[in-house]
């Protein structure tokens, strides 16, 4: 593929929804969603806080390596539901910005704290003290969306601060390089600890980091990924 196609097909995903680059100061809003099941006791706040201090070391050190710098300032916000919670947990997440967050949408309250505080961007992250498998809704040329946000579970997991990064970067446009299989043995290839193939490594890939505004010129390999963008555009960020 030549180099305009290339440029065309990634930017797709290249800087693009809510929060664009992932520079500068970042305002991370962290949502504790306890249910009646599982509560967020102070022991399972004070591990999520460990988490995201890791999540923001290992961001801010993979930034270096691009030349860019990051800062964080992390806020927290508490929520209670009355029932237990369906897989997707969509319902939920309306119904908390709603009630706690009056009824904005979760652009205009983006808007909102990044104005408010003096931030670049303000990802959402509504996180409860269950296991489940984590996700994010990323925004994506070509398709609307109602908001941006990603889903955290955080008991049984063996790198949460790394599932947490991992997230907070599709919010910034990454792509999952574990599937399809045809750009899984791509990656496993060109870019085995990329924390997008998998979470045991906190690696920014090359690709990644042209994504989500790090660089302009990404590795030659990058360039193999792009064929496949367009196979995962619709597909839920897992
Ligand atoms: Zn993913």
Known sequence: MDAPDYKKKALLCREFGHCGKLLGKILPIFVLVSTPKYPWDETSKRNFYQTVHEMEAALISEAKRYGK????ESRYFYYSVKNEIGKQGKVTVEEILKEHFSDWNIDKLQNYYAEHFKVDSAPFFFVF???????????MRGYSLDGEYAILYTERKKYPAHTCMHELLHLYGANDLYYPDELKAIAEKYCPHSIMLAVDYTEVDSFTAYTIGWTDEPDRYAKYFVDYIEWLEHQPKL
Do not use: W
């Open 69 to 72: 710098s990051l800062s964080f």
């Open 129 to 139: 003290n269950s296991f489940d498998r984590s996700y994010a809704y990323q925004g």
